[in-house]
Nanobody, 115 residues
Framework: QVQLVESGGGLVQAGESLRLSCAASGSIFSIAVMAWYRQAPGKERELVAAITNGGTTNYADSVKGRFTISRDNAKNTVYLQMNSLKPEDTAVYYC?????????WGQGTQVTVSS
C-alpha cells in the first residue's frame, strides 16, 4: 500500500512564503515524476509544477519565477517552495506521484493567501 503524506499548508498574507512537502511511503518503486497540482473552489484541478527523476522541471505559467519544485529521491519526497504568494494561489494543493504504470494522489493540503 502506498501513502503520500503532505504537509506545510496554511494561511498566509500576500507576499509571504510557504513550503509544501510530500513524502511517499510503502511499496512504491521506480518513481518517475513527482508533481503538485492545485484546485481552487469552482475550478478544475491544474498542474502547478512537476519534476522528473532526472531533475527536469515544468511549471505553470502562473507560478514561474515564484515557485520552485525539488525532490529528494533517497527519501521519496517532493517539495514545493512557494514565494511571493498571491490571493489567486489559494487552493487545495495535491501531491501526485507516477511510478511505473501507477498514479498516486495525496489527500491535499489547504493553502490560503489573504490580501
Amino acid at each position: 500500500q502506498v501513502q503520500l503524506v503532505e504537509s506545510g499548508g496554511g494561511l498566509v498574507q500576500a507576499g509571504e512564503s510557504l513550503r509544501l512537502s510530500c513524502a511517499a511511503s510503502g511499496s512504491i518503486f521506480s518513481i518517475a515524476v513527482m508533481a503538485w497540482y492545485r484546485q481552487a473552489p469552482g475550478k478544475e484541478r491544474e498542474l502547478v509544477a512537476a519534476i522528473t527523476n532526472g531533475g527536469t522541471t515544468n511549471y505553470a505559467d502562473s507560478v514561474k519565477g515564484r515557485f520552485t519544485i525539488s525532490r529528494d529521491n533517497a527519501k521519496n519526497t517532493v517539495y514545493l517552495q512557494m514565494n511571493s504568494l498571491k490571493p489567486e494561489d489559494t487552493a487545495v494543493y495535491y501531491c501526485n506521484v507516477r511510478a511505473l504504470s501507477y498514479v498516486y494522489w495525496g489527500q491535499g493540503t489547504q493553502v490560503t493567501v489573504s490580501s
